[in-house]
T-cell receptor, first 114, second 114 residues
Framework: AQSVSQHNHHVILSEAASLELGCNYS??????LFWYVQYPGQHLQLLLK??????LVKGIKGFEAEFIKSKFSFNLRKPSVQWSDTAEYFC????????????FGSGTKLNVKP | EAGVAQSPRYKIIEKRQSVAFWCNPI?????LYWYQQILGQGPKLLIQ????????DSQLPKDRFSAERLKGVDSTLKIQPAKLEDSAVYLC????????????FGEGSWLTVV
């Protein structure tokens, strides 16, 4: 069965610290990979996505993620976090040739202390 | 461009009562998803429609949950009778439907069952 694992459930950082959130998936077919963010009181929004090509993808607000196929991972990074990055982050895997199904991880809550 | 619309935003009901949620996807989006997000967990797919046909409803508790998407546009998710464990946010999302298309979420319908 397909699954998405986010090992960090709650991360607390100070402003300007570097961030890396882990995401691993299990799926045998071709996948597209996404990170979604949910700011307090808002709906889920797309942060960045990987379809093909350069495995290092850049998204909004200075976030980036690296797809490592051999490790089935798609970790999210940001060199220097801001207080406004406080949110919950969800990794998602899309089964490209399986009716566009999406599977989400359990999420990581990020608290950035000012 | 208008986003995914959901209503009602909030609902409190007693157990064994019924509730219905409505979703209007982004215009032109063929695929519509209903997710359940319990506090502290990631979104769990309940049902996925492609136009007005069901692609996946394997995780829909069919003894109490039902969903329909008439004419391939709007959708309704119904719970009858509700249980305490149904307290969650019900997220509607839509996508164009092609392989790897991004899905866009509505703001969700918060259900509390007391």
């Amino acid at each position: 069965a397909q699954s998405v694992s986010q090992h960090n459930h709650h991360v607390i950082l100070s402003e300007a610290a570097s961030l890396e959130l882990g995401c691993n998936y299990s799926y045998g077919g071709t996948v597209n990979l996404f990170w979604y963010v949910q700011y307090p009181g808002q709906h889920l929004q797309l942060l960045l996505k990987y379809f093909s090509g350069d495995p290092l993808v850049k998204g909004i607000k200075g976030f980036e993620a690296e797809f490592i196929k051999s490790k089935f991972s798609f970790n999210l990074r940001k060199p220097s976090v801001q207080w406004s990055d406080t949110a919950e982050y969800f990794c998602a895997v899309n089964a490209r040739y399986n009716f566009n199904k999406f599977y989400f991880g359990s999420g990581t809550k990020l608290n950035v202390k000012p | 461009e208008a986003g995914v619309a959901q209503s009602p935003r909030y609902k409190i009901i007693e157990k064994r009562q019924s509730v219905a949620f409505w979703c209007n996807p982004i215009s032109g989006h063929a695929t519509l998803y209903w997710y359940q997000q319990i506090l502290g967990q990631g979104p769990k797919l309940l049902i996925q429609f492609q136009n007005n046909g069901v692609v996946d409803d394997s995780q829909l508790p069919k003894d109490r949950f039902s969903a329909e998407r008439l004419k391939g546009v709007d959708s309704t998710l119904k719970i009858q009778p509700a249980k305490l464990e149904d307290s969650a946010v019900y997220l509607c999302a839509s996508s164009l439907g092609g392989p790897g298309n991004t899905i866009y979420f509505g703001e969700g319908s918060w259900l509390t069952v007391v």
